[in-house]
């Protein structure tokens, strides 16, 4: 597919994968729906992917609710008169034990990862469908293919995402709809700053801060973590590719083979 002017709808397009994300689409000339839970952040990022040149809507969405998604599809058809591509991109980690696992942070790391990537899908693929084109990325997880302790619900979200890529491929093929999964290795972020570094630095003997660097080292046949544009440049490739489908992409610089 020819990317340029088509327009894509990024979900946590503010958050640092999303950004990197955005620019990545911002730079092949698609038109970019910045998607995400604060409207502030979004026209900000929005205003700046313009400066770049080119179309950017800021939307506020909260993928967990149908009525939100079901208005965010029709706001973007009634603004550009088409939806080509979405990237489920809204994610949030809980770290924790399954022992201790509560049950409410169970429900919340499914609502956002997994029922918001089915709610924002079935919310744009009627379009797609009467439009006889469209392309769905899911971003997943390299905890889809090589999961740690203490992730229980983020590993069987990220996991069920590769699923929910497998059975739509099947079923949207037909319509000439493609669906993909993205599968990031380690990026510095907030879910890192937040849950994943002080949980598991004490066991890597270093401090929080220097924990995606030191796993990248030991653990990453490339020795370094990856970056937003890397996942970008992913994502790009499957919005252009006509002929893949039903693939879940590994970007984490080998560490899966580890
Ligand atoms: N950072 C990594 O190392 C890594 C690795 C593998 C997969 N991922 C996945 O990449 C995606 C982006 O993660 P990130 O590292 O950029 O994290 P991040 O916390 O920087 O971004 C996540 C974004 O999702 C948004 N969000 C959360 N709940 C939402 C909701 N209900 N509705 C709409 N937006 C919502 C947040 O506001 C935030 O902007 C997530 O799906 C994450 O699971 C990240």
């Not at 092949?28 to 313009?50: F, I, K, T, Y």
């Not at 439009?131 to 996991?159: C, D, E, F, M, W």
């Not at 290795?185 to 879910?191: E, N, P």
Request: hydrophobic residues 45%.
């Amino acid at each position: 597919m020819d990317l340029c002017n088509r327009v894509a709808i990024v979900t946590g397009a503010v958050g640092t994968i999303g950004q990197g994300i955005c620019r990545s689409l911002r730079l092949q000339g698609m038109q970019l729906v910045v998607a995400d839970l604060s409207q502030e952040a979004c026209d900000r990022l929005a205003e700046e992917l313009r400066a770049s040149g080119g179309s950017a809507l800021g939307l506020a969405v909260d993928v967990t609710s149908r009525v939100s998604t079901q208005k965010m599809a029709q706001t973007v058809i009634e603004a550009f008169g088409q939806i080509d591509v979405l990237v489920n991109n809204a994610g949030i980690i809980v770290v924790a034990p399954v022992t201790d696992l509560k049950e409410s942070d169970w429900d919340q790391v499914i609502a956002v990862n997994l029922k918001g990537a089915f709610l924002c899908t079935q919310a744009v693929a009627a379009h797609m469908i009467e439009n006889r084109n469209g392309r769905i990325i899911n971003i997943s997880s390299v905890a889809a293919k090589r999961p740690g302790p203490l992730q229980t619900a983020y590993a069987a979200s990220k996991h069920g995402l590769i699923g929910l890529t497998q059975v739509w491929c099947q079923e949207l093929g037909p319509h000439n709809i493609t669906v993909n999964a993205v599968c990031p290795g380690f990026i510095d972020s907030a879910m890192w700053r937040e849950q994943l570094s002080p949980a598991y630095a004490p066991g890597f003997g270093c401090e929080p801060s220097e924990l995606v660097e030191t796993i990248a080292k030991a653990f990453m046949p490339l020795q370094r973590p990856q970056t937003p544009e890397d996942i970008g440049q992913a994502v790009a490739y499957l919005c252009a590719a006509d002929q893949v489908s039903g693939q879940a992409l590994t970007v984490d610089g080998g560490h899966a083979l580890w």
